[in-house]
Each structure stands twice: as structure tokens, then as C-alpha cells.
């Protein structure tokens, strides 16, 4: 059987330069295709970048030919979009499902995306109504596996200043290790651990819509270390 081919779409992101990152070590998966909006140089031998007018659905089904799971960490902020939440809404929702109806027509049968904890398209928070919705129109278009991580806070170092979440960074890691019960899906959680999380939940081989949280991801993750 030959090595596959996976996708990912927001590379340069925090989770997604962890994601590159693991799976360019995984003698499972043979390229690592990043698409991308801007041609940037390649990182590792695996990797293989597709530009992508994310806008135009043949633009991202070409890119997705021969690609056996896709991986979204595709993300923004309101200050990257200057308060515009449209935009922000096309970024974090309308790429992610456009890319999956790709993917499908493509013959991708397996997605991994990252959501956030407290998702739920019915909340009067923006991020979090947003975040909901995602889940739920991507459940809709019916990939046969579906895997969704739901972090709270992320830790580690991103190309770009977070002012807020720094702060949130050095309140909540000590504070972390507090949280149980039903509060331990708030722990924070390091950016690479979502991401060997994720690989890991494709390796498990289940079919259906999966939502993980701290403790799911957690165990994802030692599992994918252990293995690795």
C-alpha cells in the first residue's frame, strides 16, 4: 500500500506548523500537501505547496486531488480583519466548508478541523456562534469521518503578538492544573499536542462526527507520542 497524502490548510498557523511538523516525521503519510493563499518556501522534504484561490471551489478541488485526509486549522482574529466580521466569517467558516465539499468531490473520505470549546451556533457570542455553526454545516455535507477539536486556550509561541491571549497564556497555564470535573475541558493545552491529536484521531479509523476536548485530545496525544 502506498504512503498517503494529506492536506493542510493553515500551515502557518500555530497548530499548523506543529501539524506539518509531525506529520512530515509520520512514515505513514508520504507528502504533505500545504495549500496555501501566498507562495512561501517549503519547510520540509515531504511537503509539497499547492497556491489556492481559496474563493474558487476548482481552484481547492485540484488541489485536493489524490489526498486521503485533510487537516483545517485555519484561523483569524477580529483585529486581523479590522473588526470585520464577515470577513472573519468567510475565513473561519465558508474555507473550511468549502474545502470539505472539495475534498468530498475529490474522494477525500476523512477531516480533521479545529474548533474551540463552547462552539455552539445558537450563542449570542460571535466567536462561539461561529465556531458552532462550522461544526454544524460540515457535519452536514456528510465526510464519512469527521474529527473536531474543541481547545480552549492554546499554548505556545506564534509568529504573530496575541496580546490577550499572552495574557491569557501566563494567567491560565498555572491555573490550569486546578480545573477538573467538568472543568477540565477549560484546561489549556499546547498547541503541539492538539496537533499529534489530530493525527492520532485519523490513525483510530473510526467513521462518523467526533468532538474532542481537553481530556479526549490529551489522550490522543500521549498515544501518538507513545507510538512515535
Given at each position: 500500500?502506498?504512503?498517503?497524502?494529506?492536506?493542510?490548510?493553515?500551515?502557518?498557523?500555530?497548530?499548523?506548523?506543529?501539524?506539518?511538523?509531525?506529520?512530515?516525521?509520520?512514515?505513514?503519510?508520504?507528502?504533505?500537501?500545504?495549500?496555501?493563499?501566498?507562495?512561501?518556501?517549503?519547510?520540509?522534504?515531504?511537503?509539497?505547496?499547492?497556491?489556492?484561490?481559496?474563493?474558487?471551489?476548482?481552484?481547492?478541488?485540484?488541489?485536493?486531488?489524490?489526498?486521503?485526509?485533510?487537516f483545517c486549522a485555519?484561523?483569524?482574529?477580529?483585529?486581523?480583519?479590522?473588526?470585520?466580521?464577515?470577513?472573519?466569517?468567510q475565513i473561519d467558516?465558508?474555507?473550511?466548508?468549502?474545502?470539505?465539499?472539495?475534498?468530498?468531490?475529490?474522494?477525500?473520505?476523512?477531516?480533521?478541523?479545529?474548533?474551540?470549546?463552547?462552539?455552539?451556533?445558537?450563542?449570542?457570542?460571535?466567536?462561539?456562534?461561529?465556531?458552532?455553526?462550522?461544526?454544524?454545516?460540515?457535519?452536514?455535507?456528510?465526510?464519512?469521518?469527521?474529527?473536531?477539536?474543541?481547545?480552549?486556550?492554546?499554548?505556545?509561541?506564534?509568529?504573530?503578538?496575541?496580546?490577550?491571549?499572552?495574557?491569557?497564556?501566563?494567567?491560565?497555564?498555572?491555573?490550569?492544573?486546578?480545573?477538573?470535573?467538568?472543568?477540565?475541558?477549560?484546561?489549556?493545552?499546547?498547541?503541539?499536542?492538539?496537533?499529534?491529536?489530530?493525527i492520532e484521531a485519523?490513525?483510530?479509523?473510526?467513521?462518523?462526527?467526533?468532538?474532542?476536548?481537553?481530556?479526549?485530545?490529551?489522550?490522543?496525544?500521549?498515544?501518538?507520542?507513545?507510538?512515535?
Open positions: 500500500m502506498g504512503k498517503k497524502t494529506a492536506a493542510i490548510i493553515g500551515s502557518g498557523g500555530l497548530i499548523g506548523s506543529q501539524l506539518l511538523r509531525h506529520l512530515s516525521e509520520d512514515p505513514e503519510y508520504g507528502t504533505i500537501r500545504t495549500l496555501v493563499r501566498w507562495p512561501a518556501t517549503p519547510l520540509h522534504p515531504k511537503q509539497e505547496e499547492k497556491l489556492v484561490d481559496f474563493n474558487d471551489a476548482e481552484s481547492i478541488l485540484l488541489a485536493l486531488v489524490d489526498v486521503a485526509v485533510v485555519i484561523g483569524t482574529t477580529l483585529k486581523k480583519v479590522g473588526g470585520d466580521r464577515k470577513r472573519y466569517w467558516h465558508d474555507i473550511p466548508l468549502r474545502v470539505c465539499r472539495m475534498a468530498l468531490e475529490a474522494g477525500c473520505r476523512e477531516m480533521v478541523l479545529v474548533s474551540a470549546i463552547g462552539a455552539n451556533s445558537s450563542s449570542s457570542n460571535f466567536y462561539l456562534q461561529l465556531k458552532g455553526k462550522t461544526e454544524e454545516d460540515l457535519a452536514a455535507t456528510g465526510m464519512p469521518s469527521l474529527h473536531i477539536m474543541q481547545p480552549s486556550l492554546l499554548l505556545g509561541q506564534r509568529k504573530e503578538h496575541r496580546r490577550m491571549e499572552t495574557i491569557g497564556q501566563r494567567i491560565m497555564k498555572p491555573a490550569s492544573s486546578l480545573l477538573s470535573g467538568s472543568w477540565l475541558k477549560y484546561r489549556a493545552i499546547d498547541a503541539g499536542e492538539v496537533a499529534s491529536a489530530m485519523v490513525h483510530t479509523g473510526r467513521t462518523g462526527v467526533f468532538r474532542y476536548t481537553w481530556k479526549e485530545m490529551k489522550e490522543l496525544s500521549d498515544r501518538y507520542t507513545s507510538d512515535h
